[in-house]
């Protein structure tokens, strides 16, 4: 699931699948929150949209945009604000939680760092093959963010089980080691 937070428009987005293989889009929506409210108001009303949609579709991992400092402190305030809940929304059910620079999500679904909104949400939609671009553009960055996430979540989680097993064949009890003779040969696993 990747979100794209904001204090006045959240993208919520779900992707299913896996590293080298078609992805498909489950589902995408915008929490809207209006700015005559108290903050503390749409901030319930923010948690309480994460909460239903990861309910509702269980994701395995939340890939949330990563703050970053903008001039306007009462933007990147409201933008911070809106990300803590949604890392305590899928905290609260110890769901992992990733976050994506906007830079590298750019990369990641465009080949290039600095695409603007229309470059990314046109990649997201030929990735996703829909028929046409995920609007507001809130929707298209969140597809971004869990497009990325599978992508690069993916490779990061098969070189940590990698490492993993590594390590506990060296923990091993010397007890337990096999003479160099009758060692089993490892295989060699592409990870990319």
């Known amino acids: 699931m990747g979100i794209d937070p904001g204090l006045t428009r959240m993208g919520m987005g779900v992707v299913e699948g896996d590293v080298g293989k078609p992805l498909r889009l489950v589902d995408v929506n915008v929490i809207r ?3 005559t409210l108290a903050v503390p108001t749409r901030l319930v009303t923010i948690e309480k949209g994460v909460d239903a949609w990861i309910e ?4 395995d991992a939340v890939a949330i945009e990563r703050v970053f400092a903008r001039s306007d402190v009462s933007t990147v305030m409201g933008t911070a604000q809106a990300s803590g809940i949604a890392m305590v929304c899928a905290a609260r059910r110890g769901i992992p939680v990733a976050l994506h620079t906007p830079s590298e999500v750019k990369a990641a679904v465009s080949g290039n760092g600095r695409a603007d909104k229309a470059q990314v949400g046109a990649m997201v939609t030929r990735i996703l093959r829909l028929d046409a671009m995920p609007k507001p553009a809130d929707a298209a960055d969140a597809l971004a963010l869990a497009i990325t996430h599978i992508w690069r979540g993916g ?3 098969r070189i940590d089980a990698a490492l993993a097993a590594a390590g506990s064949r060296q923990a091993r009890p010397p007890s337990q080691a ?6 089993r040969p490892t295989a060699r696993r592409g990870i990319s």
């Open 33 to 35: 929150t209006s700015s």
């Open 56 to 59: 509702e579709h269980q994701p």
């Open 155 to 157: 490779a990061q989680a």
């Open 178 to 183: 096999r003479p160099p003779s009758q060692a």
